[in-house]
């Protein structure tokens, strides 16, 4: 039985593709590397902020004949993250399905999380904005743990966090038979199988739908507008 869900957020809860690219544009052109389309930056996400920057950096280099010290990332990284927290919600939207799925699946009494390689402070941003944070028991970003998504940190981070005060109202503990990851990209699945959880693929996030079906995950939606309680109860 199935007695958590956890969530990746870029392209699972929320479609913020525009407002990444822009923010990592406008960051690139603070710092004279110039721009990006919109589907040369979104090709990176999933891996957090640095991964992310480092790649289109790259890109970025390669296509402009241009260099750069790595040493700047860090610099570069934190004016990203400033930017994007201040502009996370320009263009954003939530998927459709989105409310109505975490609405079903809190009258079950099934805990939520999300586990996401983005800064919490941006996820919070945006889950303020879309008045959903209430539905989230815990919030898991990459400042919390020592390594992110593949590794199995975050979902473990997340059910002990669970764990402490569900056991401390005299509740069973919960195991990882009994947590389902819900992400659109392999790395999800990955960390779901590290964990020893069950593992949700969406194919029509930001993420690479090729990468998620190679990862063979329990089962897949195209959308959260697919997924409902009813495929919990059935599948297991």
């Given at each position: 039985?199935?007695?958590?869900?956890?969530?990746?957020?870029?392209?699972?809860?929320?479609?913020?593709s525009k407002?990444?690219?822009?923010?990592?544009?406008?960051?690139?052109?603070?710092?004279?590397?110039?721009?990006?389309?919109?589907?040369?930056?979104?090709?990176?996400?999933?891996?957090?902020?640095?991964?992310?920057?480092?790649?289109?950096?790259?890109?970025?280099?390669?296509?402009?004949?241009?260099?750069?010290?790595?040493?700047?990332?860090?610099?570069?990284?934190?004016?990203?993250?400033?930017?994007?927290?201040?502009?996370?919600?320009?263009?954003?939207?939530?998927?459709?399905?989105?409310?109505?799925?975490?609405?079903?699946?809190?009258?079950?009494?099934?805990?939520?999380?999300?586990?996401?390689?983005?800064?919490?402070?941006?996820?919070?941003?945006?889950?303020?904005?879309?008045?959903?944070?209430?539905?989230?028991d815990v919030?898991?970003?990459?400042?919390?743990?020592?390594?992110?998504?593949?590794?199995?940190?975050?979902?473990?981070?997340?059910?002990?966090?669970?764990?402490?005060?569900?056991?401390?109202?005299?509740?069973?503990e919960i195991?990882?038979?009994?947590?389902?990851?819900?992400?659109?990209?392999?790395?999800?699945?990955?960390?779901?199988?590290?964990?020893?959880?069950?593992?949700?693929?969406?194919?029509?996030?930001?993420?690479?739908?090729?990468?998620?079906?190679?990862?063979?995950?329990?089962?897949?939606?195209?959308?959260?507008?697919?997924?409902?309680?009813?495929?919990?109860?059935?599948?297991?």
């Open positions: 039985m199935i007695r958590v869900v956890l969530f990746d957020f870029d392209g699972v809860i929320i479609d913020s407002d990444i690219a822009a923010a990592v544009n406008k960051t690139f052109s603070h710092f004279g590397y110039g721009e990006l389309s919109e589907t040369e930056i979104i090709k990176h996400v999933g891996h957090g902020a640095e991964h992310l920057l480092a790649c289109c950096l790259n890109d970025i280099c390669i296509k402009n004949h241009k260099s750069f010290n790595p040493e700047v990332l860090p610099e570069i990284k934190k004016w990203y993250i400033d930017y994007y927290n201040s502009h996370a919600v320009v263009d954003t939207e939530i998927y459709p399905g989105v409310m109505e799925l975490l609405y079903q699946l809190s009258l079950e009494d099934i805990r939520m999380g999300i586990v996401s390689n983005k800064p919490i402070k941006v996820t919070e941003t945006i889950l303020e904005h879309f008045d959903i944070i209430d539905y989230f919030m898991v970003g990459p400042e919390l743990i020592k390594e992110i998504k593949p590794a199995p940190d975050g979902i473990k981070l997340a059910v002990d966090t669970i764990n402490k005060w569900i056991t401390a109202i005299g509740e069973s195991t990882p038979n009994q947590v389902l990851m819900v992400g659109d990209s392999g790395v999800d699945v990955k960390a779901a199988k590290n964990f020893g959880a069950f593992s949700c693929g969406v194919l029509g996030g930001i993420g690479n739908p090729e990468g998620v079906r190679a990862e063979n995950p329990t089962f897949l939606v195209n959308t959260l507008a697919e997924f409902s309680m009813d495929d919990i109860k059935r599948i297991f």
